[in-house]
């Protein structure tokens, strides 16, 4: 079965500094994958999408993710974080059997003054 | 224009009451979703319609009703919910492609629902 793994449950950076938000995935082969973001009581937004036309996606915000099939990752990263990227984070898949989106279990981003 | 509209922002509601969650989009998107959030965790899939036809009950109580009636909205009727009900209510779309709904889901801002 799919699954989607994010490392780590929380992330605090400070201002201006690079984020790195890591996602790993299971498949037997390239997926469909997604990074949402999800601001205090709102719904999700989608930063980005992956769908095997470039391996380095870019995203609304100044956000990217790379896709790596070796490693089997799906990090996101940005190079200065701001004060209102604070929010939660879902990597997300595309079930190929499905069509249902897997979840991860979200990343909270804390952002310090 | 990317936008998934949701009514009411805010619903509380008594265990005996009947009530509806309303969800619209002008994307021309053919397949719509409604979703279920707990604190601190990610969504839940409730239901998916298919050019307004329900293709997938995720076994969902009978409490809630869902309801496709044009192409445009989606609604989810409530009756006799429970305490534990209480959770933010996600409304997605999508297009459908070569008969299958499975492109980018777009959500809306969500309705927050407390049952008491």
């Known amino acids: 079965a799919q699954s989607v793994t994010q490392l780590d449950s929380h992330v605090s950076v400070s201002e201006g500094t690079p984020v790195l938000l890591r996602c790993n995935y299971s498949?037997?082969?390239?997926?469909?994958l997604f990074w949402y973001v999800q601001h205090p009581n709102k719904g999700l937004q989608l930063l980005l999408k992956y769908t095997s036309a470039a391996t380095l996606v870019k995203g609304i915000n100044g956000f990217e993710a790379e896709f790596k099939k070796s490693e089997t990752s799906f990090h996101l990263t940005k190079p200065s974080a701001h004060m209102s990227d604070a929010a939660e984070y879902f990597c997300v898949a595309r079930s190929s059997n499905t069509g249902k989106l897997i979840f991860g279990q979200g990343t909270t981003l804390q952002v310090k003054p | 224009d990317t936008e998934v509209t949701q009514t009411p922002k805010h619903l509380v509601m008594g265990m005996t009451n009947k009530k509806s969650l309303k969800c619209e989009q002008h994307m021309g998107h053919r397949a719509m979703y409604w979703y279920k959030q707990k604190a601190k965790k990610p969504p839940e899939l409730m239901f998916v319609?298919?050019?307004?036809?329900?293709?997938i009950n995720e076994s969902v109580p009978s409490r809630f009703s869902p309801e496709c009636p044009n192409s445009s909205l989606l609604n989810l009727h409530l009756h006799a919910l429970q305490p534990e009900d209480s959770a933010l209510y996600l409304c997605?779309?999508?297009?459908?492609?070569?008969?299958?709904?499975?492109?980018?889901?777009?959500f809306g801002p969500g309705t927050r629902l407390t049952v008491l």
């Open positions: 997605a779309s999508s297009q459908v492609s070569q008969g299958r709904w499975t492109d980018t889901q777009y």
């Open positions: 319609y298919s050019y307004e036809k329900l293709s």
């Open positions: 498949s037997s082969y390239s997926p469909s």
